[in-house]
């Protein structure tokens, strides 16, 4: 009913009326979006089959199958932690009752506020062989630095700790709101034909889970192949870091398009299979008797080792990485009030505000286009505006700065040879590329925070506004706008805080002298200065925090 209601107030039959009433300016506006998503990833498939195979086959003797081995291996890791992790503290959470667990309902999600890549940098400054936990040990033992074995931070299992300490929140709020929509009928059948609660658990609960299990793995999968600064820090090789080591240390252009087009590859097929298990995710209880279950009260041991097991993730997470930042940003003497650092404060701002109003503007167009026009090419531009979220940031900026990169020198040379005028680099380098690729990374987020909103808008209130005199825009305007303000609000935070954490497409795409808090502490980190390096990534983390404490009211509100 919602698309037949749609379609006839737009009178599909007079086009004049399209262009009149502001739908055929949305639907090209929605289908210019969703060209920008589709412009890095044509860009990177064509720039790596024009770089000839002689690149290709020196990659696949040296350095592919490295790549291929660390990266298959983090992302194992990952997502084994970040399953183990999620869905353990989202089922004690939600059927177990023990002291402290509405207050682990919300803190379970804080260290989404984190960037990995500042876990690394605190990580690192305690574990270290001079960090005070080996210190300590060796004035305790009196030993040298030869006579004991301690696990070595920089690492791929340091590297993988570190994700999984910061993403696992998302499996944790995706198998949380699954278990709280699941009826506890099919759990006291299996109880009742004599199946223990452990049983019962894996045998019904989680398999009923696994959808949304499947999409919140997913999304970490896709958060790891696309982590740079983490795996920069810790010297595991991954596509990741080729990608920029190519383009920068060496020079080699088609060798950085032609990784990234593997990692594409692998990050596309992620992607459809996210939305293929997504699509298959048709679970009903056939009784229809929605009987929330009865969380189960834990007592004595039990209980302690609930909160135990709940404190783990939230005090390594974030309690821990918030304490050690602190010490080391005192006697950093970083001065967060100086010139240096007030302009890197309004770097990432300017970047990080003007991104987000693009990239919310832009999740408007494709969505509202999607409701106007329900049919196949809205379908395809929001589909294609997804994709961005699964293409790391490395990838985009490669595919924006070969096209852009050609047409600056292609202009060049021809002002040059007509008029005698050089103009230089005039989208390459520039903000405005920037924050496209911004814009392209993150449309998901704020597609998907806009979408959910805009489903709690009936379509009889576009029919009443069209029936008084409305079109689209007018619609969109007064009605539609109005009522998803929080929903925009959230889409806009999210964006905000993506953009101030984002690292590898700041780093290859940034103008000169141009830097932000990411790359100040990236840099600082790489030189080994972490105490300073402590200062911008406090920063970055306060900034985190505005997201997270909306999540947490929510995850409040549904309990």
């Known amino acids: 009913?919602?698309?037949?209601?749609?379609?006839?107030?737009?009178?599909?039959?007079?086009?004049?009326?399209?262009?009149?009433?502001?739908?055929?300016?949305?639907?090209?506006?929605?289908?210019?979006?969703?060209?920008?998503?589709?412009?890095?990833?044509?860009?990177?498939?064509l720039a790596a089959v024009l770089g000839g195979t002689d690149t290709v086959t020196h990659l696949a003797q040296t350095v592919l199958p490295r790549y291929t081995a660390t990266t298959a291996a983090l992302v194992g890791l990952v997502s084994l932690g970040t399953f183990a992790i999620g869905v353990g503290a989202a089922w004690l959470v939600t059927m177990t009752r023990f002291p402290g667990v509405k207050l682990f309902e919300v803190a379970l999600v804080l260290p989404l506020a984190f960037p990995a890549y500042v876990l690394a940098y605190a990580?690192?400054?305690?574990?270290?062989?001079?960090?005070?936990?080996?210190s300590t040990l060796r004035d305790v033992t009196g030993w040298g630095p030869r006579d004991y074995w301690f696990p070595e931070i920089r690492s791929l299992g340091g590297a993988a700790t570190m994700l999984v300490l910061v993403l696992y929140p998302y499996v944790y709020l995706l198998a949380r709101a699954a278990f709280l929509q699941q009826s506890a009928t099919t759990f006291l059948a299996?109880?009742?034909?004599?199946?223990?609660?452990w049983r019962a658990f894996f045998r019904v609960s989680l398999p009923l889970a696994r959808p949304a299990i499947a999409a919140g793995v997913l999304l970490t999968v896709m958060e790891t192949i696309a982590d740079f600064g983490t795996v920069a820090y810790f010297g595991v090789q991954t596509f990741a870091t080729g990608i920029y080591t190519s383009w920068f240390a060496m020079a080699d252009r088609a060798g950085a398009a032609q990784l990234a087009l593997c990692l594409l590859s692998f990050a596309l097929l992620l992607a459809f299979l996210e939305r293929a298990q997504r699509g298959r995710a048709q679970y009903h209880d056939a009784s229809r008797r929605q009987q929330r279950m009865d969380p189960a009260r834990l007592h004595g041991p039990a209980a302690g080792l609930a909160i135990f097991l709940c404190s783990v993730p939230v005090v390594f997470g974030a309690l821990v990485p918030i304490v050690v930042l602190f010490s080391m940003g005192i006697g950093s003497q970083q001065d967060l009030l100086s010139p240096r650092y007030l302009g890197f404060i309004t770097n990432s701002l300017t970047l990080a505000s003007v991104a987000a109003a693009v990239t919310l503007a832009a999740a408007i167009c494709v969505g509202f286009y999607r409701r106007l026009r329900p049919g196949q090419p809205a379908r395809g531009a929001a589909y294609i505006a997804?994709?961005?979220?699964?293409?790391?940031?490395?990838?985009?900026a490669v595919g924006l700065i070969v096209p852009f990169a050609a047409f600056d020198n292609a202009l060049d040379a021809w002002m040059q040879a007509r008029f005698g005028i050089r103009t230089g680099l005039l989208v390459t380098g520039s903000i405005w590329l920037l924050v496209l690729a911004y814009m392209v990374r993150f449309l998901a987020a704020a597609l998907g925070a806009y979408e959910g909103g805009q489903s709690m808008v009936a379509a009889n209130m576009d029919a009443a506004a069209r029936s008084l005199g409305q079109g689209p825009v007018g619609t969109l305007r007064r009605v539609h706008l109005p009522i998803l303000a929080p929903s925009l609000l959230t889409a806009l935070l999210i964006v905000f805080v993506d953009v101030m954490k984002e690292l590898p497409a700041t780093l290859i795409m940034r103008p000169f002298n141009f830097d932000t808090l990411a790359v100040q502490a990236y840099r600082l980190a790489s030189d080994e200065r972490l105490d300073g390096a402590a200062v911008p990534s406090l920063v970055i983390v306060a900034m985190g925090l505005l997201p997270v404490i909306l999540i947490c009211r929510q995850v409040g509100r549904q309990t």
């Open 1 to 45: 009913m919602t698309d037949r209601v749609d379609t006839l107030s737009l009178g599909p039959g007079r086009p004049g009326l399209r262009r009149k009433d502001g739908a055929w300016a949305v639907g090209m506006l929605a289908c210019l979006v969703a060209a920008a998503c589709a412009l890095p990833m044509l860009a990177v498939a």
């Open 190 to 197: 299996a109880r009742a034909l004599g199946s223990s609660a």
């Open 386 to 396: 997804r994709l961005g979220y699964a293409v790391p940031g490395g990838v985009i």
């Open 123 to 134: 990580y690192t400054s305690v574990l270290d062989h001079p960090g005070i936990v080996q």
